[in-house]
């Protein structure tokens, strides 16, 4: 974690509400850029972004800081928006990827567009659907999805292999039934 983000965390952690304002202002954005991601939806993603600063804000004596503070505040926006979810009872969609896209182009899978790719990872389970979408479309390293997920860097592997392997099956299926 940078300097400048372990004072701010340390202010905030003091209470100062200036300080958790800069917090915000620096993760709002790609919070609600996440959010959207896994909703599909402005309204709802902006709903889980302010449950998210609210449980951070109440938690903030929790964090270690120590450990870098994105993959911690990823995983409280990604338990609210499943709990947000959950209540809409509505299933998660993750949003298009570039690099997910080119994965898939090169392994002659799909020169479609963003909206084949939505489908298909819309018909995977949870688990390989959540690693895909941190690896590919929040960048964030194995470690990081081991972390937040609370699993071992094996498992988070595993799952992004056989996501990978799962989706280029279903967008073989696509292309080759259209």
Known sequence: ?????????KRVKKG????FKKLYDLYADYALRAAYAITNNQNHAADIVQETFIKVYRNIERFDEERPFKPWFYQILLNESKRYMKRQNKQAIPVESEELLDYLH????????????????????DMHRTVLTLKYMNEFTEREISQMLELNINTVKSRLYKGR????????????GE
Not at 165 to 176: E, S
């Open 1 to 9: 974690m940078a300097d400048h983000e372990k004072r701010l965390i």
């Open 16 to 19: 100062k509400q200036h300080a």
């Open 106 to 125: 090169d392994q002659d899978v799909v020169d479609e567009d963003h909206e084949h790719l939505e489908r298909a990872l819309d018909q995977l389970s």
């Open 165 to 176: 392997q799962r989706l280029k099956i279903i967008m073989r299926g696509a292309v080759g």
